[in-house]
């Protein structure tokens, strides 16, 4: 059942991204058919994806002005707390917030190893990323709840209700943070630097750290939250679905961006902003309607015999 979700979502990522199945001199698939979408042929047609002229300019915002990484340390201390404190209840958004501090952790390890070229801008786009974040689950937690996007509504009251798997939350949630809140931070950080160097290649240089997260941070969410969290067998044709549905969704968070900072008038941006907030939403009801679940006590349980460590 839940391949068969994760296909669906792939289905509906791949109508409104720009993949493409294999060639013939592509490396030689797995017999299942849906890896023929293989992942080295997508990263090249990604960078071969210009990014729009946008102009360069100084980053205005308010958060992490240096650029340190010591930014990212103290998001890491923020999310290991709430993380902590979901654990003690057992509540169904630890899964999400496991997950995003795992990201977190090794952003940080490649922002510190050199891996991406401009350090500071990702110690930026990470700080402003993470404290919508936390501003949207206060805002959820606090019942002020009329302005929150409809993604993030949708992902943050099926964790209330129990009414999903714990891969159907994680994606709801990932959903929301990347396809709604993401086109809005890499906006406001800028998407070019100010010598007029995109920072298109460092948001595509992720992808294949990404890839190296699934199966270890799909291990850990099933032992600590959701035995059936792994079933899926990842590591083998669903990690591949995983990536190619993570770069469909980088690829069009990369686009809104780009349309939100060429809009001129008020009119502009607001038919930008009602495109971000339909395309989160319609993924959202995919995800909702597919990895529902009949026994959430099971789960529940689990959590409160593994959940801490």
Known sequence: M??????????????????????????VPDPDPIRGLVLPPLDILIGLLPPLPIPGADYAGDLCKSGSSTCIDEVMARMRTRLDGLVATCSHSAIFSLAYLRVTENVSNAVRSGYFAD??????VDTVFADLYFKTTSDWEAGRRPKIPAAWKIAL?????????????????????????????????????PDGTSHKADHNRYNQRLDSLYM??????????????????????????????????????????????????GAQRNLVEKQIETYAALQALGIRQFFTTPHPEKRDAWCAAHGAV
Do not use: C, Q
């Open 216 to 265: 270890p941070v799909f291990a850990e969410e099933a032992a600590r939250f959701d035995p059936s969290f792994d079933d899926i067998d990842a590591g083998t044709v669903e990690e591949t679905i995983a990536g190619v549905i993570m770069r469909g969704w980088r690829e069009m968070v990369w686009r809104h961006a780009e349309l939100l900072s060429l809009a001129r008038t």
């Open 157 to 193: 009251k099926a964790e209330d209700d129990h009414a999903m798997t714990g891969l159907g939350n994680f994606l709801l949630s990932m959903n929301a943070h990347i396809n709604r809140d993401f086109p809005y931070v890499l906006a406001k950080v800028g998407l070019t630097a």
């Open 119 to 124: 350090a500071k801008w990702l110690n930026r």
């Open 2 to 27: 839940a391949r068969a979700a994760l296909g669906l979502l792939l289905a509906l990522v791949l109508a409104v991204s720009p993949l493409r199945p294999a060639a013939a001199d592509d490396p």
